[in-house]
């Protein structure tokens, strides 16, 4: 399972990535492993300000449906309108082409609070 050194977890299996002054978030290889093939993406929040743990969107599997959840507070300023016409872009590369959503923090601190790779990891193995 990959794992990018340079990313932040949440418990539910969301990643968020710093880009200067905006995150990049989608769910992880963990997460889409566990989901299967990744049928549509459904992402009706842009331009919203949500707080962190506030759903943002759904991901549907084939047998499956479940919530995605911001993992720090902030507005939604893009999303990765590719997965509309390619959701199997999740399966295939979740930590690039399956990403989900460009967000504002609206409070950098909370960034400090996610779980780092090695902590996702040891909860993983839990």
Do not use: C
Request: proline share 4%; hydrophobic share 40%.
């Amino acid at each position: 399972m990959k794992l990018p050194s340079n990313f932040r977890y949440t418990k539910e299996h969301e990643w968020f990535r710093q880009d200067d002054n905006e995150g990049v978030v989608g769910i992880t290889d963990f997460a889409q492993n566990e989901l299967g093939d990744i049928v549509f993406v459904e992402i009706e929040t842009l331009g919203e300000t949500l707080e962190a743990g506030a759903v943002f969107g759904t991901v549907e599997a084939v047998k499956t449906v479940s919530d995605l959840y911001m993992p720090v507070a902030g507005t939604i300023i893009a999303v990765n309108d590719n997965l509309e016409e390619n959701p199997a872009a999740v399966n295939t590369d979740p930590y690039g082409e399956g990403w989900m959503i460009r967000i504002a923090p609206t409070d950098n601190t909370q960034i400090d609070s996610l779980l780092d790779a090695d902590a996702y990891q040891l909860m993983l193995e839990s």
